[in-house]
């Protein structure tokens, strides 16, 4: 296929449907799916998208598993997942990604998420409030405030063999209490 858009209004009809796999086209722009109650799988993967709008997903309420590795994206709104309470796994690697605003407002409405594939890049993370953190594909970080080089907050290290860092990151279940860290 060489789909460029998704019409809002094409799936409607189809509320049974449990799977969508809309995967290498050159889907530029995703407005937001109606008429998919019951999707549970949806892959986007290897297409154009260059930026998540904000509630996107909204309509995706049972949405269990979300592929967009490989679509380009270089940005994501801050409630670009807002309504996908269902959410075990994202896969966002290989993307172009540059900046995440409200990283926290984004990481919270994912709450029953179990995995996530950021692999593959570095990702800038912009909070809005003057402190800025890098962390890469394997885990490690770096905070700065306003500028990387005068006002460090963690040591960072410019070696990307090693990929040494001077913080730690770690993920906690609300509903188990349970953390893990890269």
Known sequence: NRMSRVNPQAFVGLETLRRLNLNKNKIERVDKFVGLGELRKLSLHDNRIDILHDRV????????????????????????F??????RELDMSFNCVQVIQSPIALVSQLKRLKKLNLG?????????EGENRVISESGVAYTWSENAHEFRLTPWHNDPVSDT??????????????????
Not at 60 to 79: A, C, F, K, N
Not at 82 to 87: A, P, R, S, T, W
Request: glycine fraction near 8%; charge should be negative.
């Open 57 to 80: 997903f909204a309509q995706l309420g049972h949405l269990e598993q979300l592929d967009l590795r490989w679509s380009q994206i270089r940005q994501v709104e801050p409630e670009a």
């Open 82 to 87: 807002y309504g996908l309470d269902n959410l």
């Open 120 to 128: 593959e890049y570095r990702l800038e993370i912009d909070n809005s």
């Open 165 to 182: 860092s001077g913080e730690a990151i770690y993920l906690r279940d609300e509903e188990t209490g349970h953390f893990w860290s890269p």
